[in-house]
């Protein structure tokens, strides 16, 4: 069975069999530290993030490890795996991968081991092929822009094994979320807001050795420094991830756009007042396709597909009719069901983290988890943060 991504291992105390419609408030991490990398050099960077965030870093680590052995990966040998996406991402964002460097050098650990273990969609793919085999749960993400206020954002829906971890790097030219050092695929530069959604379920990402293939870290962590949802639009037909990913982008003078990235090229979406995306394919005849694969009845699909459809269709709905678009409207889309996602159905793919970027105000609001329980933090390019 093959679905959005997979169920893990669910951490301590989260009961993945909870009612839908009332679950238990579920809470590891009340506020991600902030680290603040302006103005530091990158050599450094990885001393400042252990000295501020190095729990976070070392319980990243951990349940990394663990997601590796659980799937049967061994990272040493993906890291040779993706030695050519390893250099192209440097290549392309020399201060991510130099940060990554320098944090690696901290842990007492080679950068590419922790290149690799920080691929977290490359290993939900390795874990989806072995699903022909063995039981896969799914998991996804809903992201969403505005036209004209320029406010993009996500809820980050990962294993619970990636839940505790968050931190957030204010850098020069970048605000960025982690888990640990996975990158958790969001970012605010001075002009562009990025997030993500894993589309690895129907879309085929570059192949490894593709002079094109690179990490979504850098790669997200790049497309927030240039100016417009154009040039990052641009940036994108030379790098891509090595899973299918959608990118959905926004910028300081009220562009918008969702562009899917895969082997087959990009598939570009505006929208009236915005645009919406969950983790499916927008190419014609995906939901039918994907739900041929899915098998069972209607229901089990949408179980199956973590929702993917009725979120995708929810947040259309919210973006057609929503009187308002600005920051506030978008955190309370992304606190409803079937949006914001909690241990239920057997799966504990759960919202680790929801993020909503005002390119115009420079400022990243922050919940770690579900918004309405744990609020959210904000950092901006103009505060002490």
Not at 24 to 34: G, L, M, S
Not at 83 to 90: A, L
Not at 276 to 292: D, K, T
Not at 340 to 347: F, H, I, L, N, T
Request: hydrophobic fraction near 40%; charged fraction near 20%.
């Amino acid at each position: 069975m093959f679905a959005n991504a997979a169920s893990i291992e669910p951490v301590d105390g989260l009961n993945v069999n909870q009612p839908f419609y009332q679950p238990e408030a579920f809470v590891i991490q009340k506020q991600a530290p902030v680290v603040d990398l302006t103005g530091i050099p990158v050599e450094l960077h990885g001393q400042r993030i252990m000295s501020q965030a190095g729990k976070e870093v070392e319980l990243f680590l951990a349940n990394a490890r663990r997601k590796f052995e659980v799937i049967g990966l061994d990272p040493i040998e993906m890291s040779i795996e993706l030695t050519e996406v390893f250099k192209n991402s440097k290549k392309l964002n020399p201060e991510f991968i130099g940060t990554l460097e320098s944090l690696a050098q901290e842990l007492g650990i080679d950068a590419r081991e922790l290149f690799a273990l920080s691929q977290t969609d490359y290993a939900v793919v390795k874990l989806m092929e072995k699903g022909k085999k063995t039981e896969v749960k799914p998991g996804g993400c809903t992201s969403m822009a505005f036209n004209s206020s320029g406010v993009v954002g996500q809820t980050n829906d990962l294993a619970s094994l990636d839940y505790g971890s968050g931190i957030i790097l204010k850098k020069d030219q970048s605000i960025t979320t982690m888990t640990g050092f996975g990158p958790a695929g969001q970012s605010l530069g001075k002009r562009v807001g990025v997030v993500i959604n894993f589309l690895g379920a129907d879309t085929q990402g570059m192949d490894v050795s593709d002079s094109m293939a690179t990490g979504m870290g850098a790669l997200v962590d790049a497309l927030a420094k240039t100016r417009s949802v154009e040039e990052a639009v641009e940036l994108l037909t030379t790098n891509r991830t090595i899973v299918g990913m959608n990118f959905t982008i926004a910028d300081i003078d009220g562009n918008a756009a969702s562009v899917e990235v895969g082997r087959d090229g990009l598939l570009v979406t505006i929208g009236e007042k915005g645009v919406a995306h969950a983790n499916h394919s927008l190419r014609e005849g995906s939901e039918e396709s994907f739900r041929a694969n899915l098998g069972g009845n209607f229901k089990e699909q949408t179980i199956a597909s973590s929702y993917s459809f009725w979120r995708q269709e929810a947040a259309e709905t919210f973006l057609k009719h929503t009187p308002e678009i600005d920051v506030d409207a978008m955190k309370y889309i992304f606190n409803q069901k079937p949006i914001a996602q909690s241990a239920a159905y057997g799966s504990d793919f759960i919202t680790v983290n929801t993020v909503v970027l005002d390119t115009q105000s420079g400022c990243m609001n922050y919940a770690p988890g579900i918004g309405d329980w744990t609020g959210y933090q904000q950092v901006c390019f103009n505060s002490q943060h």
